[in-house]
């Protein structure tokens, strides 16, 4: 998970942006304690059978075999030696997967997984991915965008738009579609065909307005005084995601906090018809599978039953991986999730302040303290620890499991 905390400080204010963006990348690689850690930026989540083979490959015999997909939809390799960026990035150019290595980092895009394949949505958002990819890696203002900076591109279903994106499109019935910056409750109208080129305007807009004012910021809703949001109301963003299961048009896994073997990984592969979504909620969307290819992915040790305690559920890195963290916070979730009841709001367990990977919206906050864990029910209005509500808790790791459920389940 990043070195640095994605979340704005409490209070008044910009937070202090002066420290330079640490956020790793494919060829700035993060030192952890389990070794170096490279983030491969997968726009729209989209992967060829091909990219995701080669990413088996670089974990196996550079990594420590295993792969995590993170709530952007990227792809984490871990317990990476120090000196392997050169040939990982090798690697990566060769499979597609590194298009500019000035922009790699800034190429955050999440894209609605199940678009075209329900008829939901009013637009190809996959189409619109590449076109912004294509576009982002072009242009020479957007690689001074920070590495967290994101897009969301939502099909008009209301699941990425939910995520609290820096530059949000949501596709509109009339081909057209509402451009949402930061955390703004109102949004800019954009005509048909245009869509992208208006994302991209807005990045570089940010950009420009922070040059002009000295502002030190690295998201949108830090300084949300800097631009116009625009006068149109945003629809209601319901935050459906893809259930595990059969979709109309293909299939849908979770992965236990989006980390599995290389094995595993090539499993998935071999299940693809054509090509593979990874979700920002830790799962992957397959178009065209057949339904027949779900038991194979259940006994691989994907998630494949809706009705889980493990929905909406992640987790940091924690120890041993992390340094920064008070416990080993993905063993004892597993512990509490595997004896929970389905259902409830999403939650998170962290191994320190930080939270790293912590979802958007209403959420449950599972943070370690060293004598246990607080239990916190976090609100949408600004970020932990001051939404908290009045349910919080400190509880021992024996108490944790209970006291989770009890947050998930109160309205």
Avoid at 18 to 31: E, K, M, V, Y
Avoid at 143 to 159: E, T, V, W
Wanted: with cysteine.
């Amino acid at each position: 998970m990043p070195p640095t905390p994605d979340a704005a400080a409490a209070g008044p204010g910009a937070p202090d942006r002066g420290r330079s963006d640490a956020c790793p990348g494919a060829l700035r690689l993060h030192t952890a304690d389990d070794g170096a850690l490279a983030r491969i930026r997968v726009p729209g989540g989209l992967l060829t059978v091909r990219q995701a083979l080669a990413l088996a490959d670089a974990a196996e015999e550079l990594g420590d075999g295993e792969l995590e997909t993170t709530s952007r939809g990227n792809v984490q390799l871990r317990g990476l030696p120090s000196d392997c960026g050169r040939e990982l990035g090798s690697r990566l150019r060769a499979a597609g997967l590194l298009p500019s290595d000035t922009h790699e980092r800034v190429r955050n895009i999440v894209a609605s997984p199940a678009a075209g394949l329900d008829g939901l949505g009013h637009a190809d958002v996959q189409s619109w991915v590449r076109e912004l990819d294509r576009r982002l890696c072009a242009s020479g203002p957007a690689a001074q965008l920070s590495g967290k900076f994101l897009f969301a591109l939502d099909d008009g279903r209301g699941d990425t738009a939910a995520l609290d994106a820096d530059v949000t499109l949501i596709a509109t019935a009339d081909g057209g579609a509402l451009l949402r910056l930061g955390r703004a409750a109102t949004a800019r109208r954009v005509p048909p065909g245009q869509a992208v080129e208006h994302a991209l305007a807005a990045a570089e807009e940010f950009l420009r307005a922070l040059r002009a004012t000295g502002t030190a910021a690295w998201h949108l809703r830090e300084v949300p005084q800097l631009l116009d949001p625009g006068p149109e109301a945003l629809p209601a963003l319901p935050g459906a995601t893809p259930a595990p299961g059969v979709l109309p048009g293909g299939l849908s896994v979770g992965l236990r906090f989006g980390r599995v073997g290389a094995a595993q990984w090539r499993t998935l592969a071999a299940a693809a018809a054509d090509g593979l979504r990874l979700t920002p909620w830790r799962g992957v969307v397959l178009p065209g599978a057949p339904a027949e290819r779900l038991p194979v992915l259940a006994r691989a040790g994907f998630r494949t039953d809706p009705g889980s305690a493990w929905e909406r559920a992640s987790a940091c890195t924690g120890l041993p991986g992390c340094a920064k963290s008070q416990a080993d916070v993905r063993a004892d979730a597993a512990r509490a999730l595997d004896a929970a009841a389905p259902g409830g709001l999403p939650v998170h367990w962290s191994g320190c302040e930080r939270r790293c990977g912590h979802p958007a919206g209403e959420w449950v906050d599972v943070l370690a303290t060293g004598q246990g864990y607080r239990v916190t029910r976090i609100g949408t209005s600004v970020e932990p620890p001051a939404a908290a509500r009045p349910l919080s808790a400190n509880v021992t790791t024996e108490q944790m499991a209970e006291a989770v459920a009890e947050a998930r389940r109160t309205k």
